[in-house]
């Protein structure tokens, strides 16, 4: 089932690159990623009502806050410099370029996580950077 949610992920994240561009067209990135932010809230919390996970808030770990947080600041940060990126330049050149995160993603599980790094994703991720470069340049 993961692997179903995570192709549906990939699917909308490309239909967000789409959608932003076009969107943010003649306005501001950052206001144009406040509004993009305000509707993932709405959707966000209206799927934990949905769910009836609302009461689980109260259970959360000093730990998760911190982290979960840090989390929110880091994806606040990503979605800043993404809405910028798209602004000021093409699609085909910036998806590729914030892609790499799946390989930076990989180095820092390896290094704060103690994730095994295997000769199949060491060679995942030299795909991934080498076909980054050949679709930026």
Same mark, same amino acid.
């Given at each position: 089932? *993961? ?14 690159? %789409? ?11 950052? $206001?144009? &990623?406040? %509004?993009? &932010?305000?509707?993932? +809230?709405?959707?966000? *919390? ?9 009461? @689980? %808030? ?6 998760? *806050? ?8 880091? &994806? @606040?940060?990503? *979605?800043?410099? #993404? #809405?910028?990126?798209?602004?000021? =330049? ?13 390989? %930076? ?6 290094? /704060?996580?103690? !994730? !095994?790094?295997?000769?199949?994703? /060491?060679?995942?991720? $030299? $795909?991934? &950077?080498? =076909?980054? +470069?050949?679709?930026?340049?």
């Amino acid at each position: 089932m *993961w692997f179903l949610f995570a192709l549906l992920s990939a699917v909308f994240a490309a239909l967000t690159s %789409i959608f932003a561009k076009v969107g943010i067209n003649g306005i501001g990135s950052n $206001l144009a &990623t406040a %509004i993009r &932010t305000v509707v993932v +809230v709405f959707l966000a *919390w209206g799927m934990v009502f949905l769910t009836n996970q609302q009461a @689980g %808030i109260t259970e959360i770990s000093k730990k998760s *806050w911190i982290f979960l947080i840090l989390s929110g600041l880091a &994806t @606040g940060a990503s *979605w800043l410099c #993404y #809405y910028k990126a798209l602004q000021i =330049g093409d699609v085909s050149k910036v998806v590729p370029i914030d892609k790499l995160s799946v390989v %930076i993603t990989l180095v820092f599980a390896l290094v /704060f996580l103690h !994730e !095994e790094l295997t000769v199949k994703s /060491f060679v995942g991720c $030299l $795909l991934i &950077t080498a =076909g980054t +470069v050949v679709m930026v340049l």
